[in-house]
């Protein structure tokens, strides 16, 4: 089922009575999802992300705009007519019932042609306790189960219904970091299995970016991207974009274009044609660096650090914005530890250029528009 937000917008009036400032959630968002695809909703805490994600769900009316399931309207729609399955990051089970009377509870409040009988129920429950693995686990109390399952029988309860679309708001933010990595994968093979239409909201770049189809990354309510993760990586419009995106993070430089150059501090880095003369911001992705003996980018050497495969050495330059720049080079290229100096030259596709006002990305002669 393909999902339409058209200029979708949600402002809450002030929660202060003194001051008449509103708060606007969501601004203006217009984004379909394709169907049978898993979009990661990616963006600080306070973005918009979950008001986003309840006004599918039907939770939160929008303030303007429209909702669409397929060809249909939804916008007036409650959120029990529209096909939903919703899943929070507290898992919000009963804890006086068992995993299998928490899985069927949705079913029991079916009425008229979609009422089923009890037999029916227990085989759907059964279905979706063996699509995230707890079919074993039937009879136990929540609190008898750990945390990555309890968040698996959430799921399934998401899930008996069989949804038209799912819905998940950071559903692993109370796990372990093992079990975040193992749970992620799980519902990764579960959307995939089913086909259901999955909206997924993290705050964790990582996340999103390992399990997504497409990635929508939002600030202050307003949509800044959507792409392919590794496009959006690649490729960000903005510094906010390429900054939320990686890690280690990009590195950031104050810098200019002058007479056709581009410089990073003083350090007078590569040709950029007939771009006009202004101030910049440059961002290097860590793997952009290529230790080099007479490269342009000269840093003050202060660590390296092995990563086996990888050395991530931690320098420092005069323009760079953040305390140091970290660099990931290959271990098969000798970094001289002792040296003061580590000079680099940079990987084109790994450097990113943006206006130091508007911090809109400036596209050099080679990447076209
Ligand atoms: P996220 O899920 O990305 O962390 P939210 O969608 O929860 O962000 O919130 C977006 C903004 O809307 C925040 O500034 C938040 O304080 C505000 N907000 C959310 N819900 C309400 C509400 N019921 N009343 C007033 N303001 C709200
Ligand atoms: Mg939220």
Do not use: W
Not at 75 to 93: I, K, M, S
Not at 253 to 260: C, H
């Amino acid at each position: 089922m393909k999902v339409e937000l058209q200029h979708v917008t949600k402002v809450f009036p002030s929660r202060n009575k003194k001051s008449e400032e509103e708060v606007v959630a969501v601004n203006d968002f217009t984004f379909t999802i394709p169907d049978g695809k898993l979009v990661g909703l990616l963006g600080p805490s306070g973005c918009g992300k979950s008001t986003t994600l309840y006004m599918i769900c039907g939770l939160q009316k929008p303030s303007g705009g429209k909702i669409f399931f397929g060809e249909d309207d939804v916008t007036d729609l409650p959120p029990e007519n529209r096909g939903v399955g919703l899943v929070f990051q507290n898992y919000a089970l009963y804890p006086h019932m068992t995993v299998r009377q928490n899985i069927m509870f949705p079913l029991q409040n079916l009425k008229g042609t979609d009422k089923l009988t009890k037999e029916e129920m227990l085989e759907r429950t059964l279905g979706a306790a063996k699509l995230v693995q707890i079919d074993n686990l039937l009879d136990r109390k929540p609190s008898e189960l750990s945390g990555g399952q309890q968040q698996r029988v959430a799921i399934a309860r998401a899930l008996v219904k069989m949804p038209r679309v799912l819905l998940l708001d950071e559903p692993l933010s109370n796990l372990d970091a093992r079990l975040r990595l193992q749970t992620r994968e799980e519902i990764k093979r579960i959307q995939q299995k089913t086909g259901i239409t999955t909206v997924f909201v993290t705050h964790d770049q990582e996340e999103a970016m390992s399990i997504s189809d497409m990635i929508v990354v939002m600030k202050l309510g307003v949509i800044q991207q959507i792409g392919r993760p590794q496009e959006v990586y690649d490729d960000p419009v903005n510094l906010f974009v390429a900054r939320f995106l990686g890690t280690p993070p990009v590195n950031v430089f104050t810098g200019a274009i002058r007479d056709g150059y581009l410089y990073v501090g003083e350090d007078k880095l590569l040709p950029v044609g007939d771009l006009p003369d202004t101030e910049v911001y440059v961002g290097i992705r860590p793997e952009g660096f290529i230790p080099q003996a007479d490269g342009p980018l000269r840093c003050h050497l202060n660590n390296v650090e092995v990563m086996g495969r990888d050395v991530s050495v931690v320098s420092t330059h005069p323009a760079s914005v953040n305390p140091t720049v970290r660099s990931i080079v290959n271990a098969d290229i000798p970094v001289d530890t002792s040296a003061e100096t580590i000079r680099y030259a940079i990987k084109p596709h790994k450097l990113l250029v943006f206006d130091r006002e508007t911090e809109k990305r400036i596209y050099l002669g080679s990447e076209g528009k």
